[in-house]
C-alpha cells in the first residue's frame, strides 16, 4: 500500500470516528425494554382507538399524572378526552422512537401538551458523565415538535418549558441549562399550531429557590400540590388550543 493511499485510509478512519463522537444521540431514535416496552405497546392500542382529543406526550413527570396527580388529571383531562403517553425516565430519543413506531397512528387530537428534555440534562447516574450538550437537548425537543407537526398536522402543541429542578447530584448549573434550552425552544412558537410556555416560575418562591411543597423529596418530580399549579397554570392556554 502506498503512502498517498495509506494517508486517505487514515483520514477516513479519522472522520467516522470524529463523526462518531459528534453524533447526536438526543436526534437519533432509540426504544427501550421492560416497563417502557409494554407502556408503549399499551399506547400504540390506545391510538389505534382513536378518540383522543387531548395527547400528553414526555417523560415520568408526566407519567405521575398517573400516580400523584390522578386526582387533578381526573378532574381536569379525563373530561377532555385525554390520553396520558408519559414513560418514566424517558429521553428525547425515545420519545422520537414511539412517535414513528404506532403511538400517533390513529390519533387526531385537537391538542398536545409536551415537555420533554429534563433527562437529556445533566449528568449521567454515575454524577460525572454529561448526558447532552445544551444544543443537543434543543436539537432533541425541536425534531419532536417537528415530528408532531409532520404526524399531527391539525393538532395544536402546548409546548412546555422544562420545569426546574434541583436534584441531588444535579451539576450546579443545571438551572442555567434549563434556561437556555427553554429560551431556544420558545423559539418554535410560531403563533398558529405550536405554542410556548414556561410555567417554571410557578414552582419558584421569591428567592428564587424550588418551592419543597410544589415537588416531592427528590425536588425534581411534582407533589400533588405541584400537579395542581401546572393544571392551574395551562388551563386557559389549554383551553384557547383546544377550541
Given at each position: 500500500?502506498?503512502?498517498?493511499?495509506?494517508?486517505?485510509?487514515?483520514?477516513?478512519?479519522?472522520?467516522?470516528?470524529?463523526?462518531?463522537?459528534?453524533?447526536?444521540?438526543?436526534?437519533?431514535?432509540?426504544?427501550?425494554?421492560?416497563?417502557?416496552?409494554?407502556?408503549?405497546?399499551?399506547?400504540?392500542?390506545?391510538?389505534?382507538?382513536?378518540?383522543?382529543?387531548?395527547l400528553?406526550?414526555g417523560?415520568?413527570?408526566?407519567?405521575f399524572?398517573?400516580?400523584?396527580?390522578k386526582?387533578?388529571?381526573?378532574?381536569?383531562?379525563?373530561?377532555?378526552h385525554?390520553?396520558?403517553?408519559?414513560?418514566?425516565?424517558?429521553?428525547?430519543?425515545?420519545?422520537?422512537?414511539?412517535?414513528?413506531?404506532?403511538?400517533?397512528d390513529?390519533?387526531?387530537?385537537?391538542?398536545?401538551?409536551?415537555?420533554?428534555?429534563?433527562?437529556?440534562c445533566?449528568?449521567?447516574?454515575?454524577?460525572?458523565?454529561?448526558?447532552?450538550?445544551?444544543?443537543?437537548?434543543?436539537?432533541?425537543?425541536?425534531?419532536?415538535?417537528?415530528?408532531?407537526?409532520?404526524?399531527?398536522?391539525?393538532?395544536?402543541?402546548?409546548?412546555?418549558?422544562?420545569?426546574?429542578?434541583?436534584r441531588?447530584?444535579d451539576?450546579?448549573?443545571?438551572?442555567?441549562?434549563?434556561?437556555?434550552?427553554?429560551?431556544?425552544?420558545?423559539?418554535?412558537?410560531?403563533?398558529?399550531?405550536v405554542k410556548?410556555?414556561?410555567?417554571?416560575?410557578?414552582?419558584?418562591?421569591?428567592?428564587?429557590?424550588?418551592?419543597?411543597?410544589?415537588?416531592?423529596?427528590?425536588?425534581?418530580?411534582?407533589?400533588?400540590k405541584?400537579?395542581?399549579?401546572?393544571?392551574?397554570?395551562?388551563?386557559?392556554?389549554?383551553?384557547?388550543?383546544?377550541?
Amino acid at each position: 500500500m502506498n503512502h498517498h493511499i495509506r494517508s486517505l485510509l487514515l483520514a477516513l478512519v479519522l472522520a467516522t470516528s470524529a463523526g462518531s463522537i459528534a453524533a447526536n444521540t438526543a436526534i437519533e431514535p432509540v426504544p427501550r425494554n421492560g416497563t417502557p416496552a409494554r407502556q408503549h405497546t399499551e399506547f400504540v392500542e390506545i391510538a389505534r382507538k382513536g378518540g383522543v382529543d387531548l395527547l400528553f406526550l414526555g417523560d415520568s413527570i408526566t407519567d405521575f399524572w398517573r400516580t400523584r396527580g390522578k386526582a387533578v388529571w381526573d378532574r381536569e383531562y379525563a373530561p377532555l378526552h385525554a390520553a396520558n403517553f408519559g414513560i418514566n425516565a424517558d429521553r428525547t430519543q425515545h420519545v422520537l422512537w414511539r412517535m414513528q413506531n404506532g403511538e400517533l397512528d390513529g390519533l387526531a387530537p385537537k391538542a398536545v401538551v409536551l415537555m420533554i428534555g429534563t433527562n437529556n440534562c445533566g449528568l449521567e447516574n454515575d454524577g460525572k458523565t454529561p448526558r447532552n450538550t445544551t444544543p443537543e437537548v434543543i436539537e432533541g425537543v425541536t425534531a419532536i415538535v417537528q415530528g408532531l407537526r409532520a404526524k399531527l398536522p391539525a393538532a395544536k402543541i402546548l409546548l412546555l418549558g422544562i420545569f426546574p429542578r434541583a436534584r441531588k447530584g444535579d451539576p450546579a448549573d443545571i438551572r442555567d441549562q434549563i434556561a437556555t434550552v427553554n429560551a431556544a425552544i420558545a423559539k418554535l412558537d410560531d403563533g398558529k399550531f405550536v405554542k410556548y410556555l414556561d410555567i417554571g416560575p410557578k414552582f419558584l418562591k421569591a428567592d428564587g429557590t424550588l418551592d419543597p411543597e410544589d415537588f416531592v423529596a427528590d425536588l425534581l418530580h411534582p407533589s400533588e400540590k405541584g400537579y395542581e399549579v401546572w393544571a392551574a397554570a395551562i388551563r386557559q392556554p389549554l383551553a384557547d388550543l383546544m377550541r
